[in-house]
T-cell receptor, first 114, second 111 residues
């Protein structure tokens, strides 16, 4: 299975600032995703990070708030812009393993906005 | 949109007991995944199911793909303290579509 790492693992940020989260996979994958997990909740898909084109956002999430980069098949970034306390969550990177119907998650980035 | 329900929402069991939980959907899925998430960690894939009626084991864990394709079950035998965590199910109708995640079952194991 793919090994996924995320940076930072956690951060405490001031409102109004932005944080960029990095996701690195140890193998090339076609599909990479970003999820949000609010405290005590399940996983909500933010967007699919597409290599070479703009990310595909789910309803309720917009590019201005959550810009995403996908420069190659092993790396992606998610930026949480103009943060407010409501953005305090765990942000998870995920990949679909090519040709197999499985999805793996990174360890997550725990964000607290004050 | 598609939604998954998980039952029970939470459970407290004694160490050594067996555990059963399920996941139901109003839609048919062709892939079911079961994850475990421990505090401070990302979800870890436990079992993947691809065929109606399929029964798959991973150590003390056994999961089944319901014949109706609208449900899946996870059983844990002889629970131990390290089984504590939140168990999520996820389903997908077709490859290329996004997985839908259930709300999770929170498991606590009492020594």
């Amino acid at each position: 299975s793919a090994v996924i790492s995320q940076k930072p693992s956690r951060d405490i940020c001031q409102r109004g600032t932005s944080l960029t989260i990095q996701c690195q996979v140890d193998s090339q994958v076609t599909m990479m995703f970003w999820y949000r997990q609010q405290p005590g909740q399940s996983l909500t898909l933010i967007a699919t990070a597409n290599q070479g084109s703009e990310a595909t956002y789910e309803s309720g999430f917009v590019i201005d708030k959550f810009p995403i980069s996908r420069p190659n098949l092993t790396f992606s970034t998610l930026t949480v812009s103009n943060m407010s306390p409501e953005d305090s969550s765990i942000y998870l990177c995920s990949v679909d393993e090519d040709n197999r119907e499985t999805q793996y998650f990174g360890p997550g980035t725990r964000l607290l906005v004050l | 949109g598609q939604q998954l329900n998980q039952s029970p929402q939470s459970m407290f069991i004694q160490e050594g007991e067996d555990v059963s939980m399920n996941c139901t959907s109003s839609s048919i899925f062709n892939t079911w995944l079961w994850y475990k998430q421990e505090p401070g960690e990302g979800p870890v894939l436990l079992i993947a199911l691809y065929k109606a009626g399929e029964l798959t084991s991973n150590g003390r864990l056994t999961a089944q793909f319901g014949i109706t394709r609208k449900d899946s079950f996870l059983n844990i035998s002889a629970s131990i303290p390290s089984d504590v965590g939140i168990y999520f199910c996820a389903g997908r109708r077709n490859y290329g579509q996004n997985f839908v995640f259930g709300p999770g079952t929170r498991l606590s194991v009492l020594p």
